[in-house]
């Protein structure tokens, strides 16, 4: 199903006004205070935006009307729009939601017996080239406000009736959508903190992760200002693969980026860290490979590996492992003693899998035309 929607997000009416979205709760409390009202008014402001879901201040009835009027002159809560929604067949929603007149994002539900989460979008496609991404074949345009993405959050949450505190159909939230969140590091740090706060989304700490490819020196400022959960997309074990697959690796080596993984456990001891793993045809995916993970997750005794069996987009030269290659490759990791899940897919069939998003880019690097140029010769060859 392909359901055009539009939400309060179309923002006629809203030019110059503050955007409370943009805020987290200390934030909120000193705009207030410029406005000369008393902290704990934002406070009240805040639970209607984010437990009721609410973006008209009219119907925040325990707010003064003066205090209201003031708001409705100078403020507006406004969540992206919402372009298309699609389901699949296996309950998966995916939303592509606009940003600006040029761009849009795609943030991913994916719900299961026992939890439902969000995939959440921190750029505007990603600068960083991986390989086997299709959001990096987009190319990149710029890093997402607070407010845009905070506000994936708020379309999904009123899109699935999400309740804070009582029916939680959003249990955790991953940014592992569109973009390096640790390359947007502020505007990311104050949407989690919203998705934690009690009078936000209220999430306890392990259900908010970000994913990162390896920005070694915002690993360590992460674990330092906010309690969340970390994942790290791996894809190879050894440096010369791992440089052809995830660029970033040839300035954050495996050796640093291994140091940074184990600061982070040391500064929380309870944690673990996820290693994703994308296990492609004659790429990744032999026991070779497998033996240097092995030796990888040996330095890391406490942490896990999830494999991810690549989903192909246009344009792309690798290829799915077939499943008894998957199978084995999770056997000798198993046999070795590290905790290895498989990712089941979801939602391939609305490329809503993982590495699928691509949205829609005003690309600044002129990466995505040499895409399409591949896409188009492809067909030439095939016709």
């Known amino acids: ?94 939303w592509l939601l606009g940003m600006d007149g040029r761009n849009a994002v795609e943030a991913v539900y994916i719900p299961e017996p026992t939890r439902g989460t969000l995939c959440v979008s921190s750029q505007i496609g990603c600068a960083l080239n991986c ?23 708020w379309v999904a949450a009123k899109h699935l009736g999400n309740v804070t505190h009582q029916n939680r159909r959003i249990t955790n939230v991953v940014m592992m959508g569109m973009g390096e969140p640790l390359a947007n590091f502020d505007n990311v740090v104050r949407a989690m903190s919203l998705m934690r706060d009690d009078l936000g989304f209220g999430l306890a700490s392990k259900r908010v992760t970000l994913s990162t490819a390896g920005m070694v020196p915002m690993i360590d400022k992460l674990s330092e200002v906010i309690d969340v959960s970390l994942a790290v997309s791996l894809h190879a074990a050894n440096d010369e693969l791992r440089t052809e697959l995830v660029p970033l690796n040839k300035r954050y080596p495996l050796a640093e980026l291994t140091a940074a993984c184990q600061r982070w456990i040391a500064r929380k001891p309870r944690t673990s860290i996820t290693f994703e793993y994308t296990l492609m045809k004659g790429v990744n995916d032999q026991p070779e490979h497998a033996k240097q993970l092995i030796r990888f997750m040996r330095r890391l005794p406490t942490c896990k590996v999830n494999l991810i069996p690549f989903n192909p987009f246009p344009g792309t030269r690798f290829e799915r492992s077939d499943a008894e290659t998957i199978r084995a490759f999770q056997t000798q990791l198993l046999n070795a003693g590290i905790l290895t899940m498989l990712r089941r897919t979801r939602g391939d069939d609305i490329d809503a899998a993982c590495g699928q998003l691509a949205g829609q880019v005003n690309d600044r690097t002129r990466r995505s035309a040499g895409i399409r140029q591949r896409v188009d010769q492809e067909v030439t060859h095939a016709l």
Not at 35 to 48: D, H, I, S, T
Not at 134 to 151: K, P, W, Y
């Open 1 to 94: 199903m392909n359901q055009v929607l539009t939400t309060p997000s179309d923002q006629s009416g809203t030019a110059g006004k503050v955007n409370l979205l943009d805020f987290d709760r200390q934030g909120l409390r000193d705009f207030f205070a410029q406005l000369g009202e008393k902290p704990y008014r934002a406070e009240q402001v805040m639970k209607w935006i984010y437990h009721h879901l609410e973006s008209d201040f009219a119907n925040m009835t325990d707010v003064g009307k003066a205090l209201r009027a003031k708001l409705e002159a100078s403020c507006h809560v406004g969540p992206p729009q919402t372009l298309v929604d699609k389901a699949a067949a296996d309950g998966t929603h995916k």
């Open 131 to 153: 390989q086997f991404c299709s959001t990096g074949a987009q190319g990149f345009n710029r890093n997402l406000a607070t407010a845009e993405i905070i506000g994936q959050m």
